[in-house]
């Protein structure tokens, strides 16, 4: 009775996964739910109603969610720091030099950079990026964002702290008695598919994709802005056209230079956010004034506010219309840059941020949100929807030398991986490389709920004999299987589950027959619990299988159709050779 009803269980919560009627959380506690009823009212043979409450709830203080939601501290501490921004930055460098590189180049970076940091931070980092190089005349974001979210996808499958699943799987068959799985115990298994795979992604899956560039192209905000050359830099003594070259394409210089640029010069730009930060990069100039950023970053510092940069238009009713930035007496802000509103005939007025404001500007500040908020009450402006929180980039380094801390001594075998990460979480709120109430935006809910029910099925699934039951019948179906086969028919089984419901149930289902299989066919547990976690990894063919897949799905304007067409060819490719690859490394 148990048994059967542990895989009805499994086959609900698969089904309201797929069916996307309710929320992922919902679903999860619902399972969790129905365990501890369940086994309250019918307990298992020889245990107490007490046993099935300690089962349904064990989810919550188990290592391996520990481990996850510490890890989900370690990313958000490098995405926060703009740890990772300098790459970001030399790839966008690449793509404008070869767009083929390009996309080469960020298949490998986001494959080697999932490897160590959660699936979903790395594509939070790239996916502005390939838009924004879509819209200045790159490659289609439709034809780069579902090959680079497979490349880290598999890059995630590579260790054991790739993805949350993987430490799901490794710590379910921890449980059940195997030997435990180092960080990079399989990693050369996962790198030699992805280079055989690499061919695929690169130069096939974007020609099986649509060119939706003009469903998502958006036209961007153009700001004027007067970058300062406060100090020695590579724009001293140049000319006009010596400083035009050196500018981004989309970067129009508005006031024309006389003579040669000298320090504490003045230059009027005009363009995007982006292009404009890129340029006072390039010529090692300022936005705002120096010593104005600094002022207001110490303030934030002391106050332990983060700096934002935030849009406001200029209401009918402000008191700086007809005034200029000068003239405004500002206080408490750093104006990045005006977005003029043009009026359709006769607007003579100068395209400059030096120029009088008027009624439906957009001025982009960067400053505290309560500063932010204070100015717009003050004078009269409406904050806009949107802004985006400024790197705490003095803490860059210390974030970056705390996630490999903690992997190192993982990987060494020095401690747990449980520890070390958790160590290194507490060294990020510590040090301030994330802050205590900014914690929410680290742990995701949805996760937590979703691991803490798959390993309370996972373990129903063993503990009411399901495991075995299945188990014996998928034995039966494979006796006159090579092991490659075995192994490839496993794979297989947990992909088909992972693509259609939750990889995390699909990991709490499978590891135990996974077990039970191995047994009953006198082979190791171990290769058929890799192909369990591997066949989880492999969640390409539906946008449904994992969040990072809904994530691009409205950004290129994809169609279910989409993932089916590029997918299912990287899930055999992947399959085919992951197995010959288990054979090997195991000698079946």
Not at 39 to 64: E, S
Not at 490 to 510: K, Q, R
């Amino acid at each position: 009775m148990h048994a059967g009803a542990s895989i009805l269980l499994a086959i609900a919560m698969f089904v309201g996964f797929a069916s996307d009627k309710a929320r992922v959380e919902i679903i999860s506690l619902l399972t969790i739910g129905a365990i501890a009823l369940g086994l309250y009212f019918f307990p298992l043979a020889g245990t107490a109603p007490a046993d099935g409450l300690r089962l349904a709830f064990g989810g919550f203080g188990h290592p391996a969610l520990i481990t996850i939601c510490a890890l989900m501290v370690l990313g958000r501490g490098l995405v926060v720091t703009g740890a990772l921004d300098p790459a970001a930055r030399a790839l966008n460098l690449v793509w404008q030099f070869n767009s083929q590189l390009g996309l080469l180049v960020t298949l490998m970076i986001a494959a080697l950079t999932s490897m160590i940091i959660n699936d979903t931070p790395v594509l939070v980092l790239l996916l502005p990026i390939l838009v924004q190089l879509a819209r200045s005349g790159g490659m289609p974001a439709s034809k780069t964002l579902i090959p680079v979210n497979s490349a880290i996808l598999i890059g995630g499958m590579a260790t054991t702290i790739g993805t949350s699943t993987n430490l799901l799987v490794v710590s379910i068959a921890t449980d059940l008695g195997m030997e435990p799985i180092g960080v990079f115990y399989y990693t050369e298994i996962v790198l030699i598919a992805a280079l055989i795979a690499l061919p695929y992604i690169w130069l096939v899956m974007p020609r099986l994709l649509p060119d939706n560039s003009r469903a998502v192209a958006q036209e961007q905000r153009r700001y004027c802005s007067t970058l300062r050359l406060d100090e020695a830099g590579p724009a001293l003594g140049m000319d006009h056209a010596q400083l035009a070259a050196m500018l981004p394409a989309d970067v129009k210089i508005d006031t024309p230079v006389q003579g040669r640029m000298q320090i504490g010069a003045r230059l009027n730009l005009s363009g995007t956010i982006d292009s404009l930060e890129a340029a006072a990069r390039t010529l090692s100039a300022t936005l705002a004034p120096q010593w104005l950023i600094t002022r207001l970053s110490r303030e934030a510092a002391q106050s332990s506010q983060d700096l934002a940069q935030i849009e406001m238009t200029v209401a009918p009713d402000s008191r700086l219309i007809g005034l200029t930035l000068q003239t405004a007496g500002l206080e408490g802000i750093a104006v990045l840059g005006v977005h003029q509103a043009r009026g359709l005939v006769h607007d003579t007025r100068e395209s400059s941020a030096e120029a009088p404001l008027r009624e439906g500007d957009v001025l982009l500040v960067q400053s505290t949100v309560e500063n932010a908020q204070d100015f717009a009450r003050r004078d009269g402006l409406l904050i806009l929807e949107g802004g985006r929180e400024m790197p705490r980039s003095n803490k860059a380094v210390l974030a970056i030398a705390i996630m490999v801390g903690a992997i190192g001594l993982a990987s060494s075998g020095l401690m747990p991986i449980a520890i070390s990460a958790l160590g290194g979480a507490v060294l990020m709120f510590v040090t301030g490389c994330v802050k205590f109430d900014r914690v929410g935006r680290a742990l995701s809910a949805q996760v937590i709920v979703l691991v803490a029910a798959s390993i309370a099925l996972g373990k129903l699934v063993l503990v009411s004999g399901a495991a075995e039951w299945i188990g014996s019948l998928l034995a039966s179906a494979m006796q006159s299987l090579p092991a490659a086969g075995v192994l490839a028919a496993i794979m297989l089984f947990v992909t088909v589950l992972t693509n259609f419901a939750s990889n995390a149930t699909a990991a709490a289902v499978g590891t135990p027959i996974a077990f039970s299989l191995a047994s009953k066919l006198g082979l190791p547990a171990e290769p058929l619990v890799l192909a369990v976690l591997f066949g989880c990894n492999l969640c390409y063919a539906t946008p449904i299988a994992y969040q990072t897949n809904m994530m691009i799905m409205s950004e290129g304007e994809y169609q279910f159709r989409d993932y089916i067409r590029t997918g299912v060819p990287l899930v055999a490719i992947m399959i085919l050779t992951l197995s010959t690859l288990l054979v090997m490394r195991y000698n079946l």
